[in-house]
Antibody
Framework: QVQLVQSGAEVKKPGASVKVSCKAS????????ISWVRQAPGQGLEWMGW????????NHAQKFQGRVTMTTDTSTSTAYMELRSLRFDDTAVYYC???????????WGQGMVVTVSS | QSVLTQPPSASGTPGQRVTISCSGS????????VKWYQQFPGTAPKLLIY???QRPSGVPDRFSGSKSGTSASLAINGLHSEDEADYYC???????????FGGGTKLTVL
């Protein structure tokens, strides 16, 4: 069965970086893109961007340009999202999801809590 | 301020029909297909509807989606207590060149 398993919670200081991992199993990793979505406490869903696992092409939401890097390692079927220069308002649950087509995210990771605190 | 506008809350009693609206513009809903997600507290969202009105395998046919012009709707027939959750619409936006979500609607089953 399709599974996306994310790394555990992290606490970071403002200005630091966090790298979230998302290990896929149960399907051919290169056939689908991976999207990243975050959700701040008590808030709605926010799309961060996606990466084509097939060719490495990425597309990020404008607000994260210059601060986010999305990569994949096809040898381990793992996707990564690194967010730099963390701010307090980056505190959120970060989800990876398999993208069947645009905005159609059919399998999701369990989410990773990132807390930015001094 | 979300690009797609949803009512913050909706409610109904068991067995009722409830609809949740999602309003956008020509750069998103007006030209792209709409998806709907269901999310329970503390869990990841679940795809409920794609391509405006298609249900993934396993989603009860009580859930249906529709689109007209720059608006979309999610309807839930025969409301169950376990339908109490947050619901989000989503689509692509050509102006922003990215995926946009609605602000979410919290459905309460009275």
């Amino acid at each position: 069965q399709v599974q996306l398993v994310q790394s555990g919670a992290e606490v970071k200081k403002p200005g630091a970086s966090v790298k979230v991992s998302c290990k896929a199993s149960g399907y051919t990793f290169t056939r689908y893109a991976i999207s990243w979505v975050r959700q701040a406490p008590g808030q709605g869903l926010e799309w961060m961007g996606w990466i084509s696992v097939y060719n490495g092409n990425t597309n990020h939401a404008q607000k994260f340009q210059g601060r986010v890097t999305m990569t994949t390692d096809t040898s381990t079927s793992t996707a990564y999202m690194e967010l730099r220069s963390l701010r307090f308002d980056d505190t959120a649950v970060y989800y990876c999801a398999r993208e069947v087509d645009i905005a159609r995210l059919d399998y999701w990771g369990q989410g990773m809590v990132v807390t930015v605190s001094s | 301020q979300s690009v797609l506008t949803q009512p913050p809350s909706a409610s109904g009693t068991p067995g009722q029909r409830v609809t949740i609206s999602c309003s956008g513009s020509s750069s998103n809903i007006g030209s792209k297909t709409v998806k709907w997600y269901q999310q329970f507290p503390g869990t990841a969202p679940k795809l409920l509807i794609y391509s405006n009105n298609q249900r993934p395998s396993g989603v009860p046919d009580r859930f249906s989606g529709s689109k007209s012009g720059t608006s979309a709707s999610l309807a839930i027939n025969g409301l169950h207590s376990e339908d109490e959750a947050d619901y989000y619409c989503a689509t692509w936006d050509d102006s922003l060149n990215g995926v946009v979500f609605g602000g979410g609607t919290k459905l309460t089953v009275l």
